[in-house]
């Protein structure tokens, strides 16, 4: 994982806005969103639903994505993984 440091200066290479959405909805718009970028990209989902944290983490372990971490923002999450596969 990075470090907030490190997360805060990252761009991502998608933004995917699952604000508003409850689970699943950003872990799916997560898995739509990964299938528009090449491998190495860095997408990052903005998420207002509280489980998106520990969802997409044990989601991209499972499928072989590097979950970088998370970045509170204003009244949402940003959640930002690797892509891999």
């Known amino acids: 994982m990075a470090t ?7 761009t991502a290479d998608k933004i995917v806005d699952a604000r508003g959405t409850a689970c699943p909805g950003p872990l799916l718009e997560a898995k739509k969103g990964m299938t528009t970028v090449p ?3 860095t997408i990052e989902i903005w998420s207002t639903d509280p489980g998106t944290k520990g969802d997409i983490s044990a989601w991209s372990a499972k499928v072989g994505h590097d979950f970088l971490g ?4 204003d009244g949402y999450d940003r959640v930002f993984v690797i892509r891999r596969k």
Request: net charge negative; charged share 15%; glycine share 8%.
């Open 70 to 73: 998370v970045l509170p923002a």
């Open 4 to 10: 907030t440091a490190e997360l805060e200066t990252l």
């Open 39 to 41: 491998l190495g990209s």
